[in-house]
């Protein structure tokens, strides 16, 4: 959670490493975002680093862990 005020939040942008070749990130709002799996995945779990940065002055922008369990 992003404790600063306008104009240091929301918007946010988020983004996940090229490298990350198995998932995409799609901008939902202001401050949310849809995270899918590019591919079919076996059951199990999964750690997708994403990246979210504010609309700050200079933006600042931390990675956050997004741990996900695929089930069938």
């Known amino acids: ?34 995270l899918r799996p590019a591919v079919e995945l076996e059951p199990g779990d999964y750690t997708v680093m994403v990246y979210v940065t504010d609309s700050g002055s200079p933006r600042l922008g931390a990675f956050a862990q997004v741990n996900v369990t695929a089930c069938h």
């Open 1 to 34: 959670t992003d404790k600063d005020g306008p104009p240091h939040a929301a918007p946010f942008t988020f983004a996940i490493d090229e490298l990350t070749v198995n998932w995409t990130i799609t901008q939902f709002n202001n401050t949310h975002a849809v």
